[in-house]
């Protein structure tokens, strides 16, 4: 199993450009997310999926847009990007409401490096 | 604001000794997650402890949980180079929904050889 996948890696924006994150996991888990993590700092919320076809926002939602495509694909949106989007971003899955110890893990990418210039 | 605040930031100490970490949190929790993250790298699930445990292992980790001075402590036995990373303790707080977690801004750990 490849567990979570990311792509890209690493991407260079202009301010005012869009992209897209993609985000796959393989393992039938129920929930996804998106984080942001800034230099010397933990992780912030983006957006969440806690089931296929939900989304919520999470700690830090502005200027993010989310879909849901499927049960395995979680993708995050910069519309028009700012350089305060600079970070790297991770994305993580995790199955929900499981009541066995470990379900609750939540199972992480190896992160998209964004930098907007 | 973060839910879980990590105590200290960096910590460096010599391959062989122990290593302490501590994260106080604010609200009621679920459970209490503790996470490792190599540089430049995901972030990988270490243990978790439910609010009614106290104290939990794993290989040479040891996680206590004190629900009534809302703090978790994670210790390192044995340290190694390769433990050289930065630890985040995360919460499942009983007012989040789904399964969101909360995550403190780290410790950087260096283990000197």
């Known amino acids: 199993n490849a567990g979570v996948t990311q792509t890209p890696k690493f991407q260079v924006l202009k301010t005012g450009q869009s992209m897209t994150l993609q985000c796959a996991q393989d393992?039938?888990?129920?929930?996804m997310y998106w984080y942001r993590q800034d230099p010397g700092m933990g992780l912030r919320l983006i957006y969440y999926?806690?089931?296929?076809?939900?989304?919520d926002k999470g700690e830090v939602p502005n200027g993010y847009n989310v879909s849901r495509l499927n049960k395995r694909e979680f993708s995050l949106r910069l519309e028009s990007a700012a350089p305060s989007q600079t970070s790297v971003y991770f994305c993580?899955?995790?199955?929900?409401?499981?009541?066995?110890?470990?379900?609750?893990?939540?199972?992480f990418g190896p992160g998209t490096r964004l930098l907007v210039l | 604001s973060q839910q879980g605040e990590e105590d200290p930031q960096a910590l460096s100490i010599q391959e062989g000794e122990n290593a302490t970490m501590n994260c106080s949190y604010k609200t009621s929790i679920n459970n209490l997650q503790w996470y490792r993250q190599n540089s430049g790298r995901g972030l990988v699930h270490l243990i978790l402890i439910r609010s009614n445990e106290r104290e939990k292992h794993s290989g040479r980790l040891r996680v206590t949980l004190d629900t009534s001075k809302k703090s978790s402590s994670l210790l390192i036995t044995a340290s190694r180079a390769a433990d050289t990373a930065s630890y985040f303790c995360a919460t499942d707080a009983v007012m989040n929904a789904g399964n969101m977690l909360t995550f403190g801004g780290g410790t950087r750990l260096m283990v000197k050889p």
């Open positions: 393992m039938n888990h129920n929930s």
């Open positions: 993580a899955s995790s199955e929900v409401g499981a009541s066995r110890e470990g379900q609750e893990t939540q199972y």
């Open positions: 999926s806690a089931s296929e076809g939900t989304t």
